[in-house]
């Protein structure tokens, strides 16, 4: 188990911090896919590969934080007047910051093909979403990233 | 995805933030997890009421299934007689032991206190008939009912649309940044809404779309019960304002509660609660001749325990009762409780406490039950305020999921309709 957990928990908790930003929320979300793992791993099939079995657990639990949160705007109140983002110190950064600013649902679909690197096909199958979905959120992200990213590029021209 | 992404290079290379021993303090919880696992004193279904997700995790202390509650509860009990620390272990066994909670419906049927609910899940805003049947409206990020529930307003990206409960388009409208909040006044006649950072307000029948104010933090504003066009939001510099949003004139100004995350308008008119994760408070709104605007200067207190986070709060339909989740987090692990602050009560009235975290609440259409949800165990809780006639209902992550499987756990967004 402390073999498995090493292998998979930096993984683990980078995709949930990326969905949730919030590095309290992202070791629990991580912590409690685990939990989870282990609670059922009786009804996994061995013969198939453990990432995409956790990953599937981290994303969902990422989401249902980030919808309670939702309700209390925190994620919002980061875009907000009184809390501005910190500004980007590399273009790493500049891309976290605008994910940051994208729906829960698009931000998990990013991470899950970006980040994770799976197929839409396998995406639909995690999120238990139509895959016409799975596609639609992941171009709507990606055209906010790269307005996102046009427009700091924009701004860095006129200085 | 190939490593020549930038995207995927940034997602994999950025430094995020993880606190100090997180990775540690994991595999310790983990491997006893699996260990107990292992000795075969846990099963799936021992977790039902003792689950919680988090907190109690990230200190070190795995959920109690029933049967090593109860070797822990003996435990525990001897230490009563043996330690002078014992009456704060004494209240925490109390509060487990009495954190009873109805046996659940494995399915959703019908709606205990009748209505319909609206439930944001992961594919969409869904609408719950009374008899429990359900209907997904369609990929929208928010969902709101309209007052008698004859349309829902739903968000996606910069549009907002009305449509039927079953999912039949009425009209839809771009707004110039991305909507969010949308609130229907309570004679329908228009909604509010934030777009981007700012408040606007759009007829009932989609037209007439039109700037109310330029800075709105990003919390739903309130429309005033009383019929006029009054409504509430609060401001980008955090001040809780009312305007008139028919002739744009403010109307009152005060300082919103700090860090406050949630307004809502007293049905009688006469308050708006605030609330943020550590403090709630009653604003009075008093009428006033002249000049003929609303003085909102007067508050009251909510009292909330110290160190315990106001996780959701909703006022109740007819009257000033506001009913509340506050979760406390101390060394024995994360308890949530529902508590009622009555009008004239001296101290709040607690209606249940169970381990772990509970999440939303919304109250019946008539004020007679309330709706707690329970993502740590996958459930929906429905509370009488009187005694008796509890119920819950399990399983309902794979109710709101389109092919059934188990899936995230959803959000309530309303309970509709008073009238």
């Known amino acids: 188990m402390a073999e498995l957990y090493s292998l998979h928990w930096r993984r683990a908790y980078r995709a949930a911090y990326l969905v949730v930003h919030d590095a309290a929320a992202a070791e629990d979300v991580a912590q409690d896919a685990f939990l989870a793992a282990v609670d059922a791993l009786d009804r996994f099939d061995r013969r198939r590969p453990f990432a995409p079995w956790l990953h599937r657990i981290v994303i969902n639990r990422a989401l249902d934080w980030s919808r309670r949160e939702a309700l209390r705007r925190r994620v919002d109140r980061a875009e907000s007047v009184f809390e501005p983002l910190p500004p980007p110190d590399e273009i790493g950064g500049e891309m976290i910051a605008a994910l940051k600013e994208l729906p829960a649902e698009q931000r998990a679909v990013v991470v899950l093909r970006h980040l994770l690197e799976y197929t839409p096909g396998e995406i639909s199958s995690m999120l238990d979403l139509p895959r016409g979905t799975v596609n639609s959120r992941l171009r709507r992200g990606l055209d906010r990233l790269r307005e996102a990213a046009e427009l700091e590029s924009l701004e860095k021209e006129r200085g | 995805m190939s490593r020549r992404d930038p995207l995927a290079g940034a997602l994999r290379e950025v430094e995020i933030p993880a606190p100090g021993g997180a990775e540690e303090r994991g595999l310790r919880v983990v491997e006893a997890a699996f260990a107990e696992r292992t000795t075969g004193l846990q099963s799936s279904s021992e977790l039902r009421g003792a689950r919680t997700p988090t907190t109690s995790e990230r200190r070190g202390r795995r959920p109690l299934p029933r049967l090593a509650l109860a070797m822990a509860l003996a435990t525990l009990l001897a230490a009563l007689l043996l330690s002078p620390a014992g009456a704060a272990v004494r209240s925490w066994v109390d509060e487990v032991l009495t954190a009873t909670t109805p046996k659940p419906e494995p399915t959703l049927g019908e709606i205990p206190g009748g209505g319909r609910l609206l439930v944001q899940s992961a594919a969409g805003p869904w609408v719950v008939q009374p008899d429990g049947s359900r209907r997904l409206l369609g990929d929208y990020e928010e969902a709101t009912w309209s007052p008698r529930g004859l349309y829902v307003a739903v968000a996606e990206g910069r549009t907002l649309s009305a449509v039927e409960p079953d999912g039949t388009p009425h009209w839809s409208s771009t707004a110039p940044a991305r909507v969010s909040d949308p609130r229907w006044a309570p004679f329908g006649t228009q909604i509010a809404y934030r777009s981007g950072r700012t408040l606007r307000v759009i007829a009932g029948d989609g037209t007439e779309d039109r700037l109310v104010a330029g800075g709105s933090a990003p919390i739903a504003p309130a429309w005033s019960p009383l019929g006029d066009p ?32 949630e307004i809502e308008w007293a049905a009688n008119g006469d308050s708006i609660l605030e609330a943020s994760r550590r403090a709630l408070r009653l604003r009075e ?87 707690v949800t329970w993502p740590a165990v996958n459930e929906w809780l429905f509370l009488p305020l009187g005694r008796g006639g509890e119920s819950a209902v399990a399983n309902i992550s794979s109710a709101f999921a389109p092919g059934g499987q188990a899936a995230s756990f959803p959000r309530v967004d309303g309970w509709c309709c008073r009238r």
Request: proline share 10%.
């Open chain 2, 230 to 261: 009054t409504l509430a939001y609060v401001s980008g510099a955090g001040a809780l304002r009312l305007v008139n949003s028919e002739s744009l004139v403010d109307l009152a100004a005060a300082p919103a509660l700090d860090d406050v995350a």
């Open chain 2, 285 to 371: 709104v008093q009428p006033r001749k002249l000049p003929p605007r609303p003085s909102i200067s007067v508050t009251h207190p909510l009292p909330v325990a110290a160190g315990a986070t106001v996780v959701d709060a909703a006022l109740a339909p007819e009257k000033e009762t506001v009913a509340a989740v506050v979760t406390n987090w101390r060394d024995n692990g994360t308890r949530s409780s529902v508590v009622l602050y009555g009008p004239g009560d001296a101290k709040p009235r607690r209606l249940l406490t169970v381990p772990g975290s509970l999440g939303e609440i919304a109250w019946s259409p008539d004020g007679r039950k309330l709706l």
